[in-house]
Nanobody, 125 residues
Framework: QVQLVESGGGLVQAGGSLRLSCAASGRTFNNYAMAWFRQAPGKERELVAA???????NYADSVTGRFTISRDNAKNTVYLQMNSLKPEDTAAYYC???????????????????WGQGTQVTVSS
């Protein structure tokens, strides 16, 4: 059974940094695309960053230059390094994955097959 467990969320002041981790288990994820989504209260869930099985990355415009997604296939773990955090980054952050060999990755949340339980990130002004 596939399981994704996020960690690393918390409360941070604007301008600060956090690193989120998502540990995957249940199978080998080398051929899986991994992504981070976030959802703020009253807003739709949005794709923050994605990384393909080959390491190709893509980011939402709002986080480009501040966030970095990476993966360690040996540890079945994906990371989201968040720098220069802003109050508008406050949200619940979710890890998601889907089998997707190559450079393709899903861009919509309903295309992902497995989700973590989420971790809260709160950025104070």
């Amino acid at each position: 059974q596939v399981q994704l467990v996020e960690s690393g969320g918390g409360l941070v002041q604007a301008g600060g940094s956090l690193r989120l981790s998502c540990a995957a288990s249940g199978r080998t994820f080398n051929n899986y695309a991994m992504a981070w989504f976030r959802q703020a209260p009253g807003k739709e869930r949005e794709l923050v960053a994605a990384i393909t099985s080959g390491g190709y990355t893509n980011y939402a415009d709002s986080v480009t230059g501040r966030f970095t997604i990476s993966r360690d296939n040996a540890k079945n773990t994906v990371y989201l390094q968040m720098n220069s955090l802003k109050p508008e980054d406050t949200a619940a952050y979710y890890c998601a994955t889907k089998y997707a060999p190559g450079r393709w990755y899903p861009t919509r949340d309903h295309e992902y097959d497995y989700w973590g339980q989420g971790t809260q990130v709160t950025v104070s002004s």
